[in-house]
Structures are given as C-alpha cells and as structure tokens.
C-alpha cells in the first residue's frame, strides 16, 4: 500500500508574502530610480495615482529628483519638466511639506525652463515652511541669471545667500565673476576676485580663463585710478597681513597677462615681483587670542591664566615661542628616554643667534621645571634659561597647549613646535583657522644625529596676491602637487608706478615684500642650513615633540629690543 509521503517543512517551497499596492509602488520606485529610470517611474506614478496608491514624501522626491536629473538629455528634458511640476503640486495639494530636497529639484526644473525668477522665488519661500537652504539650492537661481547676463538679479540670489549664511565657492564666484566682466562691472570684478582669493588656493582653468578674459578687455583698461596714496596702500597690505590690500584697482592702462612660473624663493618668473607669506588679518588674529583666551579662562584656573596675561602684556618682546614639553620629549619613546634638555637648548640658543641675540619664550609646566632644577645635571643650564627670561612656568594641572598657541597668537610671532594641533582645543578654537595660521607660523624641527634643523615657514604663500604697485598673481590648480611647477597667472600694468600722486613715494620692495617680519627674513636666509647644537649627554637621548613657533608678523612690523624679563625665580613663575 502505497503510503503519502510529506517533505519536511524547511524543503517544502515557501511562497513570498503577497506585497500591497504600496509596497509594490516602493519597490518598483527604488528599482527606476538605481536604473535612472525616468519614464518607467513616471509611468508607475500614473498608475499610482489612478488607483490612489497612498505616496510618500520619499517617494515624491525621489520622482522629483529624477525629473531633475533628467532635464541634461534633450530627449527627456520636456517630459522632465511637464511632469516634475506636477508632481510638485500634487505634493502640496495632499499637504506634504516640501524640504530642501524638494525645492532644490523644482528650482533645477525652473532654471532648466529658463525661469530664474521662479527658482529664485522658490528659494525665498523657503522661510516659511522653516527650511534652511544651501549652496545648491540657491546655483540653478544664481547659474540661470548669470548665464543669461542678469547681473543685478544675480547680485540680489548673492545677497539672500550672505544674508542665510551660505557661502558661495568657487563655481558660483567664478560665475559671478563672469557675468560682472561680461556686463563691464569692474568693482564688482575686483569684489569677486577679493572673495575668489578668501575661498580658494588656487583657481580652476575654467576660472584661469575667465580672469584672462578680463583682464584682456578695454573695460579693464578703463578702471582704476592714476592717483593714490601709497602710503595708505602700504598700510591696508600691513594690516591685511600682506598678500592684498584691498582697496581698488591701481593705476590706470592696458593690463599685461601672461602665464608663468614663480621660482622657490617665491619670485615671480614672468614681472620679477617677490610674492609673500600671507598672515591672516589684524582684526582676524584679535579675534583669535581673544577666542583662545576666552576658551583657556573656561578650562584652565582662571586667575592663572589672567596673570599669564598681565605677565605677557609686561613682556611683549619676544619674537618666538617654544612649545617645550614637545621639543624636550621629541623622539623619546625608548627604554632610557627622557626629557632632553639638550634638545631644547639647541633650539633655545639657534633662535637665540638668528634673532639678533634675543631669547625665545619656552613654555613649561612648573612640575617638569622644578624636576630639572632638582637635576644637578641641568640646574645650571635651566638657571642660566630663567636669568636671562627664558621660561615660563604653567601651573599645576594646566594645559600646556593654551599658553603657548595664545602667546605666540597675541604676540604675532613664531612658534617652534611639532604639534599638528589636531586635538580638541584646536577643534574648539576652529581647524579651519588653524590652519590658516599655521601655515604662517609654525616652525617644525628635527634633530638627526644631534644635528639640529628648523623648518621656517614657507617664503611665499600659493594664493591669489594683489601687491601694493597694483599687480595681480593668480595660482592656476595643477596635477601636480609641487608648488614650484604650478602654473601662476602674472597680471601687471606697466609703469604703474609713474601714475602715484606726487607727494608719496613710489611703489617699493617694502610694499611689495610687506607680510615679512625683520626676524622672519633672518630666519628665511638660513632655513635650508642644518643647526648643530650638540649637549647630550650619556643619560640624554634626542627627543622632542612637535609644537609650532609663532613667527613674527607682518602686522607687527620691526619689533622693538626686549627689555630684560623677570627670572621666573623672582617672580611668581616658580610658585606655581
């Protein structure tokens, strides 16, 4: 007798759940949107609606994203647009409250129909259902007036974005930049070549191409003045921390525009002007102690750090700064390693030769001070440092970095110190600007076989500059990483000179050169030269950890000689 047999349920086939309406609808959705399928999503959105398939806000936008998309390929551009707006009222007809998403795709749909004024309507309605826009929210308004040569209408997209917070990059400068020398507006041209220099290195070929043009045409010939005050540029180029001055154009004549290198020194091959080492700006370095202070007063002991500043006011002299712990322990992490002493003398006395036999400030913390006091090894050499005003002692349970990084910033000097100055006071204070400020004056050093080299900052900076005698160097972006191979637009007015005013005088090397500090260039002269300092001892191994130096800087000009400071022994350096 034959007997039924059963397979067991783990071999029996399973069925799939019957999906609804919507689920399907999602599916199939997510399957066109992967494909870039606009006209199968249109046709299940049809569909959708006719059987009144509920659908989402995610499924409205990911319809209106690939009608967005879509309008690049003339053979689905109107059909793009047709639909991308319907879906777009239906969204707001259900009550579906568009987001940033959902404007951005309908403001693409609206410049690519040639209608800027909606997009940019779009934009500024916005506010009311309490979305933030972003940068890419405001190009389809701002690219759409601009190609079409509607200047003012794309000064005004600039504005509401100035006025949100947004920051334009280089595509919508570079386009703002076009659409003013296309329509003869050189103040604006000059503004957006200023914004151009805040925002990027160096320039795209595109936006190479666009500076040319200008720069090329009768417009540009016509603008500028045949007469100003040199002293007053001289000044504004101080202030800014030297790289631009900001003040307008200069001079008046037909521009020169070549195409050029600039050699290692940071001298232009093409006109022979000396580019600079850009610092940031006077007003941006008082924001910057007043931010460090303000910070280090929350974390650290407040009336430590209030006397740390009464005592620098006091003693304003110096020229460079010592992050000492990372010099001291650099390269220490062996079995007998330590403190070197003898590294940071090496630095100590290699600044002190450079600078006109001035002393650095070395900043310490108190504890690791008394214990190479302690050290009949180095007593001597560390009372030597504190009778000629070298040290600076931090408290108990300070932060080394806070003293260090606000001194060298309040006293626009060097910093000789390794440090990255990545950590988490550094991303309080700001990374962006810190690395701005780095750039200009941090000191790195290695010690090779007890030989000594500081690494300066580099001569020059590799930004847009406007000199003092009206010239315009411009950074065009390479494969390349080498700066010395990059390719630097050189855009001069020959014999510009000849137009100043005739109570200032000309336009010289100290204009040209302003952004470099007395201390700065004595440090330059001899920054490929290796330093030997050797006093290590049998028990002393090379070691220092990185910290910066604070470089003297363009805005302070030629410091006065330091008057003698208070030994920490005096004082209350070592109380602590």
């Known amino acids: 007798m034959a007997t039924a047999t059963h397979s067991s349920p783990s071999k029996q086939n399973k069925k799939k759940p019957r999906q609804n309406p919507e689920s399907q609808f999602h599916f199939n959705l997510n399957s066109c949107s992967k494909s870039k399928d606009l006209r199968g999503a249109i046709a299940l959105y049809e569909t959708a ?90 190009d389809p308004a701002l690219i759409s007036f601009t190609g079409s040569l509607q200047a003012d209408k794309a000064y005004e997209v600039e504005e509401h974005m100035v006025g949100v917070g947004v920051i334009a990059e280089e595509p919508e400068i570079a386009a703002l930049l076009k659409v003013s020398a296309e329509t003869g507006r050189g103040e604006r041209v000059y503004g957006y070549l200023q914004k151009l220099r805040k925002t990027v290195r160096c320039v795209t070929e595109d936006t190479a191409n666009i500076i040319e043009d200008w720069f090329r045409c009768e417009k540009a010939s016509e603008v500028g003045s045949l007469h100003y005050n040199v002293g007053l540029v001289k000044d504004a180029v101080s202030r800014n921390g030297g790289g631009w001055h900001g003040l307008g154009w200069l001079g008046r004549g037909k521009w020169h525009v070549r195409r050029g290198d600039v050699d290692s020194s940071g001298r232009c091959c093409s006109c ?38 009464d005592w620098l006011e006091k003693h304003a002299d110096y020229e460079a700064i010592v992050d000492g712990a990372n010099v001291g322990l650099y390269q220490q992490n062996f079995a007998d390693g330590g403190f070197s002493v003898s590294q940071l003398d090496a630095v100590v006395r290699d600044l002190y030769n450079r600078n006109e036999k001035r002393w650095p400030l070395v900043i310490l913390h108190g504890k690791r001070l008394r214990a190479l006091l302690e050290n ?130 000309q336009v010289d090397n100290e204009i040209r050169g302003s952004g470099h500090a007395s201390f700065e260039k004595e440090l330059l002269k001899s920054c490929d030269q290796a330093t030997v300092t050797s006093h290590n001892s049998k028990n002393e191994s090379q070691d220092i950890s990185h910290r910066s130096i604070t470089e003297c800087a363009a805005t302070t000009g030629k410091r006065k000689k330091r008057s003698p400071s208070p030994s920490p022994s005096q004082g209350h350096l070592l109380s602590n």
């Open 49 to 138: 609606v006719s059987q009144n398939t509920r659908v989402s806000h995610h499924h409205l936008n990911t319809l209106l994203y690939l009608c967005s998309q879509a309008v690049t390929d003339p053979s689905t551009k109107e059909l793009a647009i047709e639909h991308g707006f319907r879906i777009f009222n239906h969204m707001e007809s259900i009550g579906i409250k568009p987001n940033e998403a959902s404007i951005t795709a309908v403001s693409r749909l609206a410049a690519a129909k040639g209608d800027g004024d909606y997009a940019f309507e779009l934009v500024k309605r916005m506010g009311e259902y309490g979305i933030t826009p972003r940068l890419r929210t405001y």
């Open 272 to 309: 022979g002007d000396q580019l600079v080492c850009a610092d940031i700006e006077d007003t941006e370095t008082r924001r910057f102690a007043q931010s460090v202070a303000g910070l280090a007063m929350e974390r650290e002991v407040k009336a430590n750090f209030s006397e740390f500043q």
């Open 376 to 505: 009949p090894t180095h007593s001597k050499l560390v009372e030597e440092w504190m009778g000629n005003g070298v040290l600076y002692a931090t408290p108990p349970g300070s932060n080394d970095d806070w003293y260090w990084i606000y001194a060298a910033v309040k006293l626009g000097c060097l910093l000789v110190t390794n440090d990255e100055m990545r950590d988490h006071i550094f991303e309080i204070v700001g990374s962006r600007f810190i690395l701005r400020w780095k750039e200009r004056h941090q000191v790195r050093y290695t010690f090779l076989k007890g030989n000594l080299r500081l690494q300066m900052p580099p001569p020059y900076s590799l930004v847009i500059q406007e000199s003092g005698n009206g010239s315009w160097h411009v950074p065009i972006a390479g494969t390349s990483s080498e700066e010395s191979v990059k390719t630097w637009l050189c855009i001069t007015r020959p014999g510009v000179s000849d137009a100043l005013s005739p109570n200032e005088p």
